[in-house]
C-alpha cells in the first residue's frame, strides 16, 4: 500500500514564500505529482517529478528525494488567487499500469 | 477539446435508491480513473481502467459500487443501494497512459448527497 502525508492546513502572507512538505512510503515508485484544487473546484495538475532534485516552473517550484521519500512544493510571491488546497500524489507501478493515490492535501490560505 | 465531462454534476437522493454517475474522458486517452473526494478522507481512488479493461478495483468500498466501461468514451459509477455514508464528491478522470507522467485531467465532478 502507500502512505502519504502532508500538513492538513497552511496560512502565509501575501508576498511571501512558503514550503508545503509531503512524505510518502510506497513500492514501484514511479512519479509524485503536485496538484491545486480550489474550493469547489477539480484538482489540477501543478507539477510531476520523478528524479531527484529541483523543478521550477514560474512561480512554483517542486523538490524530490527519492531516498528519503520526500518532496516540496515551493510558491513564491504568494498571491491570494494561490489560496486553495495543494494535493501531493504519488504514481507507483501496479502490475504494468500506473496507479495514482493521493495524499489529503493541505489547505493553504493566503492572508493579506 | 471539451476536457473531462461528468454528469450529473449534483445528485441529491434519498437512502436505498439507486445512483448513476457518468464520465466521458478526453478524447485519445486510455486510462480513467473514479475517485471520491470528503473532508475526512480526501480523494480516495475507487477504481481505474485502462482501454476500457478494469485494472484495480481495490478501492470499491463493497459491493454495492460498480463501474463500467462499454466503451473508450464511455464510463458509469453505479450505487445500488445508496446510502448516507456515499455522500461525496466522485471525480472522474482520464490521462494518456504511456512511459512518461501519467497526468490526471479531471472532470468537474458530480456532488452526492444521500438523505
Known amino acids: 500500500g502507500q502512505n502519504i502525508d502532508q500538513p492538513t492546513e497552511m496560512t502565509a502572507t501575501e508576498g511571501a514564500i512558503v514550503q508545503i512538505n509531503c512524505t510518502y512510503q510506497?513500492?514501484?515508485?514511479?512519479?509524485l505529482f503536485w496538484y491545486q484544487q480550489h474550493a469547489g473546484e477539480a484538482p489540477t495538475f501543478l507539477s510531476y517529478?520523478?528524479?531527484?532534485g529541483l523543478e521550477e516552473k514560474g512561480r512554483f517550484s517542486s523538490f524530490l528525494s527519492r531516498s528519503k521519500g520526500y518532496s516540496y512544493l515551493l510558491l513564491k510571491e504568494l498571491q491570494m488567487k494561490d489560496s486553495a488546497s495543494y494535493l501531493c500524489a504519488v504514481s507507483a507501478d501496479s502490475g504494468g499500469y500506473q496507479k495514482v493515490t493521493f495524499g489529503t492535501g493541505t489547505k493553504l490560505q493566503v492572508i493579506p | 477539446d471539451a476536457g473531462v465531462i461528468q454528469s450529473p454534476r449534483h445528485e441529491v437522493t434519498e437512502m436505498g435508491q439507486e445512483v448513476t454517475l457518468r464520465c466521458k474522458p478526453i478524447s485519445g486517452h486510455n486510462s480513467l480513473f473514479w475517485y471520491r473526494q470528503t473532508m475526512m478522507r480526501g480523494l480516495e481512488l475507487l477504481i481505474y481502467?485502462?482501454?476500457?479493461?478494469?485494472?484495480?478495483d481495490s478501492g470499491m468500498p463493497e459491493d454495492r459500487f460498480s463501474a463500467k466501461m462499454p466503451n473508450a468514451s464511455f464510463s458509469t459509477l453505479k450505487i445500488q443501494p445508496s446510502e448516507p455514508r456515499d455522500s461525496a464528491v466522485y471525480f472522474c478522470?482520464?490521462?494518456?497512459?504511456?512511459?512518461?507522467?501519467?497526468?490526471?485531467?479531471f472532470g468537474a465532478g458530480s456532488r452526492l448527497t444521500v438523505l
Open positions: 481502467f485502462n482501454n476500457n479493461v478494469p485494472i484495480d
Open positions: 478522470a482520464s490521462s494518456q497512459h504511456s512511459s512518461g507522467a501519467n497526468v490526471l485531467t
Open positions: 510506497t513500492s514501484g515508485f514511479n512519479g
Open positions: 517529478n520523478v528524479l531527484d
